[in-house]
T-cell receptor, first 113, second 114 residues
Framework: GEKVEQHESTLSVREGDSAVINCTYTDTASSYFPWYKQEAGKSLHFVID?????DRKQSQRLIVLLDKKAKRFSLHITATQPEDSAIYFCAASRTSSGQKLVFGQGTILKVYL | EAAVTQSPRNKVTVTGGNVTLSCRQT?????MYWYRQDTGHGLRLIHYSYGAGNLQIGDVPDGYKATRTTQEDFFLLLELASPSQTSLYFC?????????????FGPGTRLTVL
């Protein structure tokens, strides 16, 4: 079955710098790639997603890149702020509607002043 | 904003005990999911459902049963709990049929099996 690997377990960046979190997946049939954020002691919430018919998507300070050939996708957070500090999870799904998500292990992002 | 609630928020039981975790969503979403979160594993899908009476097997179903009694309510049952089932459990919902692909998560239930 699908496996999603999140390459950075912890990432520390200075406020205002960019943060990049990388994920790889194994199933070439995966077509939907969302990202979720979990703040300390809280639940997860959706931040951004990308589908396999595009290779780049931006929402304000968040950019997602998808390289289908390499089976790799990444989340770029520009101009980081302290409130970006959280655990970020990437995920992949074979279904175009996003069911049956397979999650990565999570990346702890710390933004310091 | 989609609302997903879970109960109880914390539960302690003993090995061999019987546990039911409850989830309710009030946004008429078709899909509901049960995940467990463990350090080093991220979230793993246990079971999911696309409507009342429907059940789909997830990636780590062993030792778990689930039942979707209504569109709003989804239950996770551990009939013979084991210490390996100590985890943080999340319920989520989505409505992919209407183009709502993002999943809305509940606050989580922390289960400890002694």
């Amino acid at each position: 079955g699908e496996k999603v690997e999140q390459h950075e377990s912890t990432l520390s960046v200075r406020e205002g710098d960019s943060a990049v979190i990388n994920c790889t997946y194994t199933d070439t049939a995966s077509s939907y790639f969302p990202w979720y954020k979990q703040e300390a002691g809280k639940s997860l919430h959706f931040v951004i997603d990308i589908r396999s018919n595009v290779d780049r998507k931006q929402s304000q300070r968040l950019i997602v890149l998808l390289d289908k050939k390499a089976k790799r996708f990444s989340l770029h957070i520009t101009a980081t702020q302290p409130e970006d500090s959280a655990i970020y999870f990437c995920a992949a799904s074979r279904t175009s509607s996003g069911q049956k998500l397979v999650f990565g292990q999570g990346t702890i992002l710390k933004v310091y002043l | 904003e989609a609302a997903v609630t879970q109960s109880p928020r914390n539960k302690v039981t003993v090995t061999g005990g019987n546990v039911t975790l409850s989830c309710r969503q009030t946004n008429s979403h078709n899909y509901m999911y049960w995940y467990r979160q463990d350090t080093g594993h991220g979230l793993r899908l246990i079971h999911y459902s696309y409507g009342a009476g429907n059940l789909q097997i997830g990636d780590v179903p062993d030792g778990y049963k689930a039942t979707r009694t209504t569109q709003e309510d989804f239950f996770l049952l551990l009939e013979l709990a084991s210490p390996s089932q100590t985890s943080l459990y999340f319920c989520a919902s989505s409505d992919a049929d209407w183009g709502v692909y993002e999943q809305y998560f509940g606050p989580g239930t922390r289960l400890t099996v002694l």
